[in-house]
C-alpha cells in the first residue's frame, strides 16, 4: 500500500448506517438519495469517524469510517491513519493518537432524543481515560413537522435552575420538568448551532441535523425510560453513578437572548474567490475546539495548502475534486477526509459544502 501517495488527495469514506435509541431517517435517505425513504432505527450516518461508536455488545472498530482505495481494497479510517500520523493528521499526531480533532456525523430525527450532554476534556480524562470532550456543532440541514410539531431543540439550563432542583426532577424522573429546565429553540433548513461540552441538550423532532464534534462518542443520559426501552445504568453514565453523572453538566443558566447569542451561529464572509463563497459559521467564542465553514461554490474553487487534516461534506447536490493527476466525483451526503499531506487542489461544481477545521484560524487566509 502506497501510504504516502494516498495521503496526498481527499478520501471518500462510505456510507456508514448505524442503529440509535431514536428513530428517524426518512430525510437522511432522501439527502443520500437512497430508496425507499423511510423511518427507522438506523437513524444516523457516522460520516467520517475513527472512534468506536459505544453501545452494549458492539465489537472493536464497530462504527469507524471505512474507505475505498484506488487498488478497490476496502480499509478503516483508524488503521490508515495508524500507518503514517504525519501524513494524515499533521502536527496534531503522535505515537497515542490516531484521532482526527474533528468528526462527523449525520441523524434524522422524528421524534426527541434523549436528553443528555456530553463529557469536557477534563472529565473525559478522569472518568473515561481519554484525551478529549465532546463539543458538538449542527448544521441543520432539512427540517419537516411531525404530527404538526414545528422542528426544534432544547439546550442550556434556563435561570433558576440549580444542580439540586434538576436532581430532584430526575430523582423522580419528572420529564416535563426536566425539558421546562431548558430552552426550546424553533430551528429551520440552514440554522448553526454549537452546543458546548457539558450543556444539557436534546434534538427535537423533524430535524436532518450534520454534527460536527471532538473525538468522543461518550453520552450522559438522564432518562431512565426512552422510547418505551429501559436504559441501563452503563446507557445512562457507563456506570460511575447517578451523583457523578449529574456533575457532568455544566449548570450556566441563560436568559434567552443570552442563549441564543451563545448557541446559534450566523455566517460571516471569509473570502471570495471567482463567484464562490466561503463562510465562517460561528465566531471565535462559541467555537474554541473546531472551526466550521460553509463553501457556496458556483464554479471552480482552488484550495490552497492547509497544514493539518480537516473534513468536507458534500451539503447540495454534486462536487468534483480535481487533483494534479487524479479526479474524484462525490456525490450529495457524502464525507471526505483531507489528510495533512494532501496537494493543492480544486473543487468544481454548483454545489454546496461544508468543512470543519480542527482549530480556530483568525488569523489571515488558509483557504
Not at 501517495?5 to 435517505?29: A, W
Not at 491513519?81 to 430525527?109: E, Q, T
Not at 468534483?320 to 494532501?342: M, W, Y
Request: aromatic share 10%.
Amino acid at each position: 500500500m502506497k501510504v504516502k501517495k494516498i495521503s496526498e488527495f481527499p478520501i471518500q469514506t462510505l456510507h456508514n448506517r448505524v442503529q440509535r435509541l431514536y428513530s428517524g431517517g426518512r430525510l437522511l435517505d432522501r439527502w443520500q438519495k437512497i430508496m425507499p425513504e423511510v423511518d427507522s432505527v438506523l437513524s444516523e450516518d457516522l460520516l467520517v469517524t475513527t472512534v468506536d461508536y459505544l453501545g452494549p455488545g458492539n465489537p472493536d472498530h464497530h462504527g469507524v469510517s471505512q474507505v475505498l482505495l484506488e487498488s478497490g481494497e476496502t480499509f478503516d479510517l483508524r488503521s490508515l491513519i495508524h500507518l503514517a500520523p504525519r501524513y494524515f493528521l499533521g502536527k496534531y499526531s503522535d505515537s497515542s493518537n490516531v484521532n482526527p480533532k474533528v468528526l462527523v456525523r449525520v441523524g434524522d430525527s422524528n421524534v426527541r432524543l434523549v436528553m443528555q450532554c456530553h463529557p469536557t476534556t477534563a472529565m473525559a480524562k478522569k472518568h473515561f481515560n481519554i484525551d478529549s470532550g465532546k463539543t458538538e456543532a449542527w448544521y441543520i440541514a432539512d427540517t419537516r413537522e411531525i404530527d404538526g410539531v414545528k422542528p426544534h431543540l432544547y439546550c442550556g439550563f434556563k435561570a433558576g435552575v440549580t444542580r439540586e432542583s434538576f436532581k430532584t426532577l430526575f430523582e423522580s424522573q419528572d420529564i416535563e420538568g426536566m425539558l421546562n429546565c431548558l430552552h426550546k429553540i424553533e430551528v429551520k433548513t440552514g440554522d448553526l448551532i454549537m452546543i458546548k461540552a457539558g450543556m444539557p441538550h436534546a434534538m427535537g423532532s423533524g430535524c436532518l441535523f450534520i454534527e460536527f464534534h471532538e473525538p468522543c462518542d461518550y453520552t450522559i443520559r438522564v432518562e431512565k425510560k426512552y422510547m418505551n426501552k429501559i436504559l441501563s445504568d452503563a446507557e445512562m453514565h457507563y456506570g460511575l453513578g447517578f451523583e457523578t453523572m449529574l456533575d457532568f453538566f455544566d449548570y450556566t443558566t441563560y436568559d434567552e437572548q443570552q442563549i441564543t447569542a451563545s448557541v446559534m451561529g450566523r455566517l460571516s464572509v471569509r473570502t471570495t474567490k471567482e463567484d464562490s463563497t466561503l463562510y465562517e459559521c460561528f465566531n471565535k467564542e462559541q467555537s474554541s475546539a473546531f472551526s466550521v465553514r460553509k463553501l457556496e461554490l458556483n464554479g471552480v474553487f482552488p484550495v490552497e495548502k492547509y497544514e493539518d487534516h480537516y473534513l468536507m461534506i458534500t451539503l447540495k447536490n454534486d462536487i468534483e475534486i480535481i487533483g494534479e493527476d487524479r479526479t474524484l466525483c462525490v456525490k450529495q451526503g457524502n464525507g471526505i477526509f483531507v489528510p495533512a499531506n494532501c496537494k493543492p487542489f480544486s473543487i468544481k461544481g454548483q454545489a454546496e459544502v461544508l468543512l470543519a477545521y480542527p482549530q480556530r484560524d483568525d488569523e489571515g487566509e488558509t483557504q
